[in-house]
């Protein structure tokens, strides 16, 4: 049926944004220092059980979101800072697990302060569900959708009209020639984990009314977004968006017409599927060796 199909579309859709929001903090730390960094789950965990949080202390919601997206923020200066930097003569794969130990770190105090159950965050409008064609939408979704278009269009213009930006890029393509023509290339690599934090913990705030939250929610929507960037091509913006989109309505169609049980399964399976035949992903960038 038309309408079936359409309600998984929508679903799709709607997860398939938070996963980009995911993968495009995966491939901005990515593009800066050639690590992935593992920990980006949990700052969508902290934006929005840091969101839950502070409401029920009484604070308003706009206020207490965005205290949660500056505490994220913070927190991935901190991991710049205290794991990155210190180890930064290291090889990727001893950055790599760094990043794995401070997600567990991360993860555990969550679950100190915080403990093991799941918290309930209201929509941002109306609970009232919106019918289109038969299909039910829950406003949520349009929240996600929304802010996740306007994160992109935003960081489009973030990388290409300012300074910081094109610094960062710069930093991307060649390290030694950034740090030669005056930009520093470690205050470059802090701005890149702070705006990859705040990008995750946007994504936590926003999605957290529709998945609910908890202390260990980062965990497979970190990999998920990993899967996300790595399909669309570590390192692409656009195969981040297209990744994240293309993962959540996949998914969403598994689980429709096959049975949730698979969801994962499938998920992970398109990772393998497109980097056999594009080990580079989507829109992954050719390497060109001279010899």
């Known amino acids: 049926m038309f309408s079936e199909f359409l309600q998984y579309l929508f679903t799709g859709i709607t997860i398939g944004a938070t996963y980009a929001l995911i993968a495009l903090g995966f491939t901005l730390i990515y593009n800066a220092s050639h690590v992935i960094n593992f920990a980006?789950?949990?700052?969508?965990m902290i934006g929005g059980m840091a969101t839950v949080s502070l409401m029920a202390m009484g604070v308003p919601m706009l206020l207490a979101i965005i205290l949660a997206v500056v505490l994220a923020g913070v927190l991935g200066i901190l991991l710049q800072r205290f794991a990155i930097a210190p180890a930064k003569q290291a090889d990727v794969v001893t950055l790599i697990i760094i990043t794995i130990g401070a997600s567990i770190f991360i993860r555990g105090l969550a679950q100190l302060v915080w403990g093991k159950e799941y918290h309930v965050m209201p929509n941002f409008s109306s609970d009232e569900p919106i019918r289109i064609f038969?299909?039910?939408?829950?406003?949520?979704?349009?929240?996600?959708?929304?802010?996740?278009a306007i994160l992109v269009v935003g960081l489009v213009l973030f990388f290409t009209r300012t300074l910081i930006g094109k610094a960062i890029l710069a930093t991307s393509m060649n390290k030694e020639?950034?740090?030669?023509?005056g930009i520093r290339t470690q205050l470059v690599l802090m701005l890149a984990f702070m705006v990859s934090a705040l990008l995750g913990s946007v994504a936590g705030v926003v999605v957290a009314p529709i998945t609910f939250t908890s202390y260990d929610i980062g965990i497979m929507l970190g990999l998920k977004g990993f899967v996300a960037a790595a399909i669309g091509g570590l390192g692409s913006?656009?195969?981040?968006?297209?990744?994240?989109?293309l993962l959540g309505?996949?998914?969403a169609?598994?689980?429709g017409y096959?049975?949730?049980?698979?969801?994962?399964?499938v998920a992970f399976s398109m990772i393998l599927v497109v980097l056999f035949f594009m080990p580079r992903g989507l829109f992954g960038a050719k390497v060109v060796e001279r010899v």
Not at 40 to 44: S, V
Not at 237 to 245: D, H, K
């Open 177 to 181: 020639a950034a740090r030669l023509v």
């Open 249 to 251: 309505v996949v998914e």
């Open 237 to 245: 913006g656009v195969g981040a968006v297209v990744g994240g989109l």
């Open 134 to 148: 038969g299909a039910v939408l829950n406003s949520q979704s349009l929240w996600v959708l929304g802010i996740g």
């Open 253 to 255: 169609m598994a689980a």
């Open 258 to 265: 096959i049975s949730s049980d698979y969801k994962d399964a």
């Open 40 to 44: 980006q789950g949990e700052f969508l």
